[in-house]
Each structure stands twice: as structure tokens, then as C-alpha cells.
């Protein structure tokens, strides 16, 4: 079981910058994949973002390819996914999940998720 704890999320103009942080409570990250994914209001869940368990193997959706970097400190045990020249289209809630995969890039491939934090992009 892993509980996953994501911050970092808040109201922000479009052009702005967020980072956000994933953090698991009381355990390591492992050897897990962990990525992002994200839901907007009324829309399914939106792979954003992944990382494998060594740091050196990241994955973005073309959506958020060159705006957003998805990285791993595993001596803070954290991920982040600094997202730059936010756009009003990236509004929704992003959440931290992890897999036990290499490569999960949908969300159906993810078992462990977060609670979700919001971002708000106002044009």
C-alpha cells in the first residue's frame, strides 16, 4: 500500500508557473513508477506526466510537452512537475498515483493515487 500526498497547487494567470509535489506517507517511493495525472471539471482522467523509479526515464503527453518537466529527488523521496506558461486549458485537479510499471502512460495503469491538488489557470 502506498499513500501518496501531492501540494503545491493554486490559483495562477495564464504564463504563470506552479511546481507541484508528491510525496509518499510513511514509506518510500520504491521501485514504483510515479506520475501525474489530471481531471478537469466534467472530462475523464488526463495522463500528464511520468517518471520511472531511477529518475533517468521521464514521459510527458504531447499536451504538455515543452511547459511542463516531470522530475524525482529519491534522497527527499519526492517528485515534482514544474509546469511553466500555464495555459487556462491545464485548470483541473492533478494528482500524484503510482505504478508498479515502467511504462504507464494511462491512467487505468496506475494503483496507488492521491487525494488531488487544484490548479487554477485564469486567462
Known amino acids: 500500500q502506498v499513500q501518496l500526498v501531492e501540494s503545491g497547487g493554486g490559483l495562477v494567470q495564464a504564463g504563470g508557473s506552479l511546481r507541484l509535489s508528491c510525496a509518499p506517507s510513511?514509506?518510500?517511493?520504491?521501485?514504483?513508477?510515479v506520475g501525474w495525472v489530471r481531471q478537469a471539471p466534467g472530462k475523464e482522467r488526463e495522463f500528464v506526466a511520468c517518471?520511472?523509479?531511477?529518475?533517468?526515464?521521464?514521459y510527458s503527453a504531447d499536451s504538455v510537452k515543452g511547459r511542463f518537466n516531470i522530475s524525482r529527488d529519491n534522497a527527499k523521496n519526492t517528485v515534482y512537475l514544474q509546469m511553466n506558461s500555464l495555459k487556462p486549458e491545464d485548470t483541473g485537479v492533478y494528482l500524484c498515483?503510482?505504478?508498479?510499471?515502467?511504462?504507464?502512460?494511462?491512467?487505468?495503469?496506475?494503483?496507488?493515487w492521491g487525494q488531488g491538488t487544484q490548479v487554477t489557470v485564469s486567462s
Open positions: 510513511g514509506r518510500t517511493f520504491g521501485y514504483y513508477t
Open positions: 498515483a503510482a505504478a508498479r510499471y515502467q511504462n504507464a502512460y494511462s491512467p487505468s495503469e496506475y494503483t496507488y
Open positions: 517518471v520511472t523509479w531511477t529518475g533517468s526515464s521521464t
